[in-house]
């Protein structure tokens, strides 16, 4: 069972550079996607090829959107959007229910939950902003501090859904950009990034408490425990790109067993020699189903 995800930054745009081709050559039994960023009436013919698509547009125009494809329907879709009775949101997720940063689908042919989160970029504490550093006007730490309590509620939701999984029979995989490099081999200038947003301690403490052999496992850090890397995002500005020079914000946390069954991961730099994105798809292959 081969997995991609990939933030495609529009996808409009993305087409334009080979999406489409990118998609249908790959091979994918489940892609998911974060920025699509397109109302559903405004999407390019196929946007998805031929697969089925759980999509979350959200309502922010031009911004966020998930998605997850999949060669067979969905047995089941959840999403931010529409209430769970079940599995009511936590108090801190509320207000981005209606933003497309979660979708959630049960697979119809094997056992697994499959997500796709889009997690807030965020920005730098009060105490850590300086406007002669910084391209944005300060804001006191409002974007800091609507990711850390957007994190705080997602951990929350995380355990409920993977532990609604596993009392369904089912594995439970979470992919997306979270927008947090984990360790220093995620990031090529760590040294420069400990006071940047993405690198921050609390945000790396934050996902290190998402993760144990019993609960969630990075499975591409799994299968590659010794690179720098693979990176999965790089800046369209200089020559990071060029110097690979990039960060590993993207992600497959998968539940132990899936874990487990991982046997390949790749990162799709370019296809036919373009970016789709300034992200790039990171590929799984599991011997799984």
């Known amino acids: 069972m081969r997995v991609a995800t990939a933030n495609i930054n529009g996808i409009r745009a993305a087409h334009r550079r080979g999406f489409g081709d990118w998609l249908a050559m790959r091979g994918c039994d489940v892609i998911t996607l974060q920025e699509v960023r397109c109302p559903v009436d405004a999407l390019p013919e196929k946007a998805f090829g031929d697969y089925e698509v759980a999509y979350d547009a959200g309502e922010l125009a031009g911004r966020n959107g998930v998605a997850v494809l999949t060669r067979e329907p969905a047995a089941a879709v959840r ?6 009775p079940d599995r009511p949101l936590p108090r801190a997720l509320r207000s981005h229910a209606a933003e497309g940063r979660y979708v959630e689908v049960d697979l119809a042919d094997v056992p697994l939950t499959v997500a796709s989160l889009y997690l807030p970029k965020g920005g730098l504490p009060a105490h850590l902003q300086d406007p002669k550093r910084m391209r944005e006007a300060p804001d006191g730490g409002a974007k800091y501090e609507r990711k850390m309590a957007f994190m705080a509620g997602f951990a929350r939701h995380l355990a409920a859904s993977r532990k609604a999984a596993a009392a369904a029979g089912r594995e439970f995989l979470l992919t997306g950009d979270l927008n947090i490099a984990h360790t220093r081999a995620d990031v090529a200038n760590w040294r420069r990034s400990n006071q940047v947003e993405g690198f921050l301690p609390e945000e790396r403490a934050w996902l290190d408490a998402q993760l144990s052999p019993r609960t969630l496992v ?72």
């Open 79 to 84: 999403t931010w959007s529409v209430p769970d």
């Open 218 to 289: 990075d499975v591409v850090r799994r299968l590659h425990p010794d690179v720098e890397g693979p990176y999965s995002w790089w800046s369209w500005l200089g020559k990071a790109y060029a110097k690979d020079a990039g960060w590993r914000i993207d992600y497959h946390l998968a539940t132990p067993a899936l874990a487990r069954a991982a046997v390949s991961a790749v990162v799709d730099r370019e296809h036919a020699g373009v970016r789709l994105s300034d992200h790039a798809p990171v590929v799984v292959d599991y011997a799984f189903g």
